[in-house]
């Protein structure tokens, strides 16, 4: 049973730079096929896709975001994180982890596995 635990602080001040790492267990990052997400739910709205890394460690974000958004691993404690940087209170949400299955076109066929997800308000 592949497990997958958020974390991180969970507030930080405008301009500053969001970190979340997830933290993986029953299963490798590195597992051909395999896509570790990050997504996030804003108080009220919808789930908002922030980008993936894949098995073979390459990138893809939200265009919206992309030129905040970093994804990053670190195979040898299989660990995907999380980095958004210049946030402002309208980044505030909840953050999940999640493994996806598949792709279909540019979305996600299948998220197979969930954090619990973690609350990251943005204020000073």
């Known amino acids: 049973q592949v497990q997958l635990q958020e974390s991180g602080p969970g507030l930080v001040k405008p301009s500053q730079t969001l970190s979340l790492t997830c933290t993986v267990s029953?299963?490798?990052?590195?597992?051909?096929?395999?896509?570790w997400s990050w997504i996030r739910q804003p108080p009220g709205k919808g789930l908002e896709w922030m980008g993936v890394i894949t098995w073979s460690g390459k990138t893809y974000y939200s265009p919206s975001r992309q030129s905040r958004t970093s994804i990053s691993r670190d195979t040898s404690e299989n660990q995907f994180t999380l980095q958004l940087s210049s946030v402002t209170p309208e980044d505030t949400a909840v953050y999940y982890c999640?493994?996806?299955?598949?792709?279909?076109?540019?979305?996600?066929?299948?998220?197979?596995?969930w954090g619990k997800g973690t609350l990251v308000t943005v204020s000073s």
């Open positions: 999640a493994r996806c299955a598949y792709y279909s076109g540019a979305y996600c066929g299948l998220y197979e596995y």
């Open positions: 029953g299963g490798s990052i590195t597992t051909n096929n395999y896509y």
